[in-house]
T-cell receptor, first 111, second 110 residues
Framework: GQQVMQIPQYQHVQEGEDFTTYCNSS?????IQWYKQRPGGHPVFLIQ?????EVKKQKRLTFQFGEAKKNSSLHITATQTTDVGTYFC???????????FGAGTTVTVRA | NAGVTQTPKFRVLKTGQSMTLLCAQD?????MYWYRQDPGMGLRLIHY???????AKGEVPDGYNVSRLKKQNFLLGLESAAPSQTSVYFC?????????FGPGTRLLVL
């Protein structure tokens, strides 16, 4: 079955630094979504990427979908304490209404 | 507009007991999902539904049953709880794009 791998599992970042989390699928995806879960909370939708090579930005967050539609990345610049949480990628195959979630990258920030 | 709600928020069960988790959404979504979340394993799909009266197995369906008698409700049942079912359970519904998650149910099976 479809597997979505996400690395790193943990990311400890100094406030103000940048970091990137990566997501790789064993199969070609129709789209990929990113979610953020704050400690003790529930996953909240951030963005969806559909097109090959697509790049989208949300303030300090940059999301990218690979040319082969099998990988994606989330890059955060100038990390702030509000960025703390776990970031999940989730991939869907064509005509499949299920999402396969990666294990997540848990981000902690040193002030 | 409450979005997705889940009851109960927290429950402790003894091994062998049964319980039902309720998920309700007021967004008129066709698709609903039940996930479990365990440390280091992300979200794993238990069962899902693509419409009223339909259900299908996900990645980890064993030990669980579901029902979707009404479009707005999706019930998850544990007939005989086991310690391995200790987890946080999330329900989600979707408009085919964004998945909206409920606040979760923390279940402890002793």
């Amino acid at each position: 079955g479809q597997q979505v791998m996400q690395i790193p599992q943990y990311q400890h970042v100094q406030e103000g630094e940048d970091f990137t989390t990566y997501c790789n699928s064993s199969t070609t995806l129709s789209n990929i979504q990113w979610y953020k879960q704050r400690p003790g909370g529930h996953p909240v939708f951030l963005i969806q990427l559909v097109k090959s090579g697509e790049v989208k930005k949300q303030k300090r967050l940059t999301f990218q979908f690979g040319e082969a539609k099998k990988n994606s990345s989330l890059h955060i610049t100038a990390t702030q304490t509000t960025d703390v949480g776990t970031y999940f990628c989730a991939g869907a195959r064509l005509n499949d209404y299920k999402l396969s979630f990666g294990a997540g990258t848990t981000v902690t920030v040193r002030a | 507009n409450a979005g997705v709600t889940q009851t109960p928020k927290f429950r402790v069960l003894k091994t062998g007991q049964s319980m039902t988790l309720l998920c309700a959404q007021d967004m008129n979504h066709e698709y609903m999902y039940w996930y479990r979340q365990d440390p280091g394993m992300g979200l794993r799909l238990i069962h899902y539904s693509v419409g009223e009266g339909t259900t299908a197995k996900g990645e980890v369906p064993d030990g669980y049953n579901v029902s979707r008698l009404k479009k707005q409700n999706f019930l998850l049942g544990l007939e005989s709880a086991a310690p391995s079912q200790t987890s946080v359970y999330f329900c989600a519904s979707t408009n085919r794009e964004t998945q909206y998650f409920g606040p979760g149910t923390r279940l402890l099976v002793l």
